[in-house]
């Protein structure tokens, strides 16, 4: 099981989901209506750690955490 | 240095001691910005969640940039409430000429404006509204909306 994490604005609580790459965790996301105005726009880490690539791959425990447009200061 | 307070930041507090914890580096610049939460649209304030493990690994990748050229930075920032003409936000290099100290400033409160991941919201009529229109995504954003 990995854990998503919905920081910020998207105010969602942690969902938990069998996933093995991060594609599996977007294809979750897509069917999900309340994702559809923040899956465009969130940046993805793995374990604290920015990624690029749906190939990423996942391990028992890992946690994805999605972040929305930004804006400190 | 990554400081994160609850609520407005001291700012003389905050500069003061910096300023004395290198008193005796041997820095000619001290360069701060202060950033103050402004009076305007009918805002009673501003309000801030931080993400600290990253925002932690993204200041020390700066602080790793800057150290070739002999230069310090700290960082400041809220979380929770600020309100209007309190201050949020404070970021300082440090460095041996006043040039590199004047070029690092501008670059890391841009990168910080860009990447940093602290989500903004008004406070306007007790209620708490995320400022979208005025974030910035992060690079590489819309990952999981992508067809790679």
């Known amino acids: ?73 | 240095m990554l400081e994160l307070h609850d609520g407005a930041l001291n700012v003389p507090e905050i500069l003061t001691r910096w300023y004395a914890s290198e008193s005796t580096s041997n820095y000619g610049a001290y360069i701060p910005f202060v950033g103050t939460v402004r009076d305007e649209d009918g805002i009673e304030g501003l309000s801030f969640d931080v993400y600290e493990p990253i925002l932690t690994s993204w200041f020390d990748a700066w602080s790793a940039k800057v150290a070739p050229l002999g230069a310090t930075l700290k960082m400041a920032h809220s979380r929770g409430d600020v309100l209007v003409h309190e201050s949020s936000y404070i970021a300082a290099v440090f460095s041996p000429k006043r040039r590199v100290a004047l070029e690092t400033i501008e670059q890391f409160v841009e990168d910080f404006k860009a990447s940093a991941p602290i989500w903004k919201y008004d406070l306007r009529g007790g209620e708490r509204l995320y400022a979208r229109e005025r974030s910035t995504a992060i690079a590489g954003a819309g990952l999981l909306g992508s067809e790679q």
Do not use: H, Y
């Not at chain 1, 979750?28 to 994702?35: F, P, R």
């Not at chain 1, 996942?58 to 955490?65: A, E, Q, R």
């Open chain 1, 1 to 73: 099981m990995v854990t998503i994490e919905f920081l910020g604005p998207i105010g969602r609580p942690i969902l938990t989901m069998e996933a093995s790459t991060l594609r599996d965790v977007a294809e979750a996301l897509k069917q999900d209506a309340e994702m559809a105005q923040w899956i465009d726009s969130c940046a993805v880490a793995v374990n604290d750690t920015l990624v690029a690539s749906l190939d990423t791959l996942l391990s028992d425990g890992d946690k994805i955490s999605l972040l929305p447009p930004v804006c400190g200061g």
